[in-house]
């Protein structure tokens, strides 16, 4: 399951650098994340970083964006692929 962030981000910029997969933008009007490339941090660490390091916790878990480590897992190596190509 891929993460989101919502209306209550403050664009405090902390999240952006944290995330391995350089899943996470600067949006319209707030940092997004793009869920093709949010592996939750599988391959890379225990737990979402950007979630740890939020001050006002606006990174849920995406609904529309179910996903078993598995899949997450071969989402991860898609783009380590991708990365080394
Ligand atoms: S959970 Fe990990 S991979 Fe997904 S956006 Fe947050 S830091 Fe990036
Ligand atoms: S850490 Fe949280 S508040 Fe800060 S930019 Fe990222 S989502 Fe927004």
Redesign the pocket.
């Known amino acids: 399951m891929?993460?989101m962030i919502t209306d209550d981000c403050i664009n405090c910029d902390v999240?952006e650098p944290?995330?391995?997969?350089e899943?996470?933008y600067m949006g319209p009007q707030i940092y997004e994340?793009d869920p093709n490339?949010?592996?939750?941090?599988v391959g890379?660490?225990n737990e979402?970083?950007?979630?740890q390091v939020c001050p006002v916790a606006c990174?849920p878990f995406n609904p529309a964006w179910r996903e078993t480590n598995e899949q997450l897992m071969a989402k991860y190596e898609s783009l380590q692929a991708i990365a080394k190509s």
């Not at 944290?18 to 997969?21: F, R, S």
């Not at 979402?48 to 979630?51: K, R």
């Open positions: 891929a993460l999240c944290e995330c391995p997969n899943a996470i994340i490339k949010c592996t939750e941090c890379h660490f979402p970083q950007c979630q990174i």
